[in-house]
């Protein structure tokens, strides 16, 4: 038997899950045992940590960042020694987010966990521009093979760290703490609920932060939103918008599950000129 790996993710709209998962099967396929726990649901599998050989962490890029979500749950790891850590993070572009791991690694650091590997996967972005299907097909499939190649790296314990320059890493400190103060406010004043809903709760129920409740007969927000847009993608009624920020999500909505099974929106509309700037984006990635 191989190594026991423990992963602990958050994602808000699927795509760290689907590498989560990537990364899951290449370890089973290389006879190590690999568990896989959402940071939402971390609270009671904890005590997992001390047996594991080495612990996963994964989230989605958010302002060059790991989500608050995410540096929280790292300050609540228990203490343990130089447990052998690697890190994989999702984001819709590599550009500038080398550095997006850097807090993490400082707070995992403080408990013990010391971080020997980290990777960036190019996934579709959720938010703002829309990524044609052909594209979001071809990162998912890239991932499983980078997946494969993390996973023979970190069984052999080879050490592959990433960072920005100190200049950049600062921009990117100042931009996620904006960040993280905008989703509060976004989340607080400007999540809405139209007459769409049909008081279903799905929002209710899947809020990572718990920030959604129903009061009086209404859908409210509270102060806790990470932006993580799960629950605009995931109502059944599409009753969820950002007021004056509707630009921030997608029109077809993102369901990565459905684009990559042909369900749903079956070619979001763009340009084969768009196609083409996309393929041109990814092409060093995808080639590496
Ligand atoms: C609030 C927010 C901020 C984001 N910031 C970045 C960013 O700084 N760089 C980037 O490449 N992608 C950024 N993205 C895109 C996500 O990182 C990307 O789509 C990721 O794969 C989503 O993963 P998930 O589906 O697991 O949440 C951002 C997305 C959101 C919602
Ligand atoms: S998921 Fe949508 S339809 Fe269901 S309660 Fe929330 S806002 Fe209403
Ligand atoms: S309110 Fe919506 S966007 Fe904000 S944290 Fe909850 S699920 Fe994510």
Redesign the pocket.
Same mark, same amino acid.
């Given at each position: 038997m191989g190594n026991s790996v423990l992963i602990f993710y958050f994602s808000g709209t699927g795509n760290t899950k689907y590498v989560a998962e990537k990364i899951q099967e290449s370890f089973i396929k290389k006879n190590s045992s690999c568990t896989l726990v959402a940071i939402e649901q971390a609270k009671a599998q904890l005590h997992l940590i001390e047996a594991a050989d080495k612990v996963g962490i994964g989230f989605p890029v958010h302002a060059f960042n790991a989500p608050k979500i995410v540096l929280d749950f790292a300050d609540a790891l228990p203490q343990t020694v130089n447990k052998k850590t690697f890190i994989f993070k999702s984001a819709g572009d590599t550009l500038g987010n080398a550095g997006s791991t850097l807090e993490l690694k400082n707070r995992l650091k403080k408990n013990g966990y010391i971080v020997f590997h980290e990777s960036l996967y190019a996934m579709p972005t959720n938010m703002v521009s829309q990524y044609p299907n052909s594209i979001i097909k071809e990162l998912c499939l890239f991932a499983q093979k980078k997946a494969e190649q993390d996973v023979f790296e970190i069984n052999a314990e080879q050490t592959r760290l990433q960072n920005n320059s100190w200049p950049l890493n600062i921009c990117s400190w100042l931009f996620s703490r904006f960040e993280t103060f905008g989703a509060c406010m976004l989340g607080r004043f400007h999540y809405r609920?139209s007459d *769409? /809903?049909?008081?279903? =709760?799905?929002?209710?129920k899947i809020c990572p932060t718990k920030n959604i409740c129903e009061k009086n007969n209404k859908?409210k927000f509270g102060w806790k939103c990470i932006l993580c847009l799960r /629950?605009i993608y995931?109502?059944? =009624?599409r *009753?969820?918008y950002i007021w004056l920020f509707r630009w921030m999500c997608l029109k077809d909505m993102y369901k990565i599950n459905d684009i990559l099974q042909n369900k749903g929106s079956p070619q979001n509309e763009l340009s084969a000129k768009k196609i083409k700037f996309y393929s041109e984006r990814f092409k060093d990635y995808l080639q590496k």
């Open positions: 609920v *769409a /809903c049909n008081h279903c =709760k799905t929002c209710i859908i /629950c995931s109502c059944p =009624k *009753a969820i």
